[in-house]
């Protein structure tokens, strides 16, 4: 079991930034993944960002690629997004969620354990 406690999130204007906390708990996580997803109000759930927790390999969905950056404090167990450049379509919940391979996976299907999510809203 992994227990995951997101934080951060709040109200920004357009161009503004923010940096969400994902707080892992439960296990080690050596071998796993950490994704970050969002969800818009009658939208489905997106993948936006993913690191493995030992190697700190990155991927990125193209709609944030050089705005958004995902890392990892292995020490603190604990995952972030910087999120940079921030435009009204970002507005979305932001989930974190773990998967127990390395391989790259997008769908949010696969993901095991999720954070109960963090509302993040741009203002335009």
């Known amino acids: 079991q992994v227990q995951l406690v997101e934080s951060g999130g709040g109200l920004v204007q357009t161009g503004g930034s923010l940096r969400l906390s994902c707080a892992a708990s439960?296990?080690?996580?050596?071998?796993?993944?950490m994704a970050w997803f969002r969800q818009a109000p009658g939208k489905e759930r997106e993948f936006v960002a993913r690191?493995?927790?030992?190697?700190?390999?990155?991927y990125y969905a193209d709609s944030v690629k050089g705005r958004f950056t995902i890392s990892r404090d292995n020490a603190k167990n604990t995952m972030y997004l910087q999120m940079n450049s921030l435009k009204p379509e970002d507005t979305a919940v932001y989930y974190c969620?773990?998967?127990?391979?390395?391989?790259?996976?997008?769908?949010?299907?696969?993901?095991?354990?999720w954070g109960q999510g963090t509302q993040v809203t741009v203002s335009s």
């Open positions: 690191i493995t927790w030992s190697g700190g390999v990155t």
């Open positions: 439960g296990r080690p996580l050596s071998g796993y993944a």
């Open positions: 969620a773990t998967i127990n391979t390395i391989a790259l996976v997008t769908k949010a299907s696969r993901y095991a354990y």
